[in-house]
C-alpha cells in the first residue's frame, strides 16, 4: 500500500471541494425550480402577459417563440419574486455549476503548478464561453 502524500492529501481536498460544490449547486438549483414552480401556480397571473392563459402557453412551445433573455428582465422578475424568473434562475444555476467547476479546477492546478493542466483546463473553459457566446448569438 502507497503511503498518503501531502500532494495526495491537498488532491483529495480539492476534489472534496468540487464535490461539493456541484452537489450544492444541483441543490440549489432544484430548490429554485421547485420553488418557482410553486409560485408560478400560485400566482398564474404574472406567467405571461395573459395572466398564464393558454394563449400565453401556446405563444411560449409554438415553432418561433420568444423567451425572456436579457439579465434585466431576470432581475426585475426576481425582484417581484415571478415563477418563471425564479425557474429562470434555478435553470442558470443549473448550468453555471459545471463551469464553475471548470474554474475552480483552475484555480486548483495552478496551486499544485500543474502548468499542463491549468492550460487543458484553461483551453476547456475558453471552449464553454465560445459555445455560450456563439450560442447567443445565434
Known amino acids: ?58 405563444r411560449l412551445i409554438t415553432e418561433g417563440a420568444t423567451f425572456p433573455r436579457t439579465l434585466s428582465w431576470l432581475g426585475h422578475g426576481l425582484l417581484q419574486l415571478q415563477g418563471q424568473a425564479i425557474i429562470v434562475a434555478g435553470l442558470l444555476l443549473l448550468i453555471a455549476t459545471p463551469v464553475i467547476r471548470v474554474l475552480v479546477s483552475i484555480i486548483a492546478f495552478a496551486l499544485e503548478k500543474d502548468r499542463a493542466f491549468v492550460v487543458i483546463t484553461t483551453v476547456v473553459f475558453l471552449l464553454l464561453m465560445i459555445s455560450f457566446a456563439l450560442g447567443k448569438a445565434g
Open 1 to 58: 500500500m502507497k503511503p498518503v502524500t501531502p500532494s495526495d492529501s491537498k488532491a483529495l481536498q480539492v476534489e472534496i471541494v468540487i464535490s461539493e460544490l456541484l452537489r450544492w449547486g444541483v441543490y440549489g438549483s432544484l430548490l429554485l425550480l421547485v420553488v418557482g414552480t410553486v409560485v408560478s401556480y400560485i400566482h398564474p397571473e404574472t406567467y405571461g402577459a395573459g395572466g398564464g392563459s393558454g394563449a400565453d402557453l401556446h
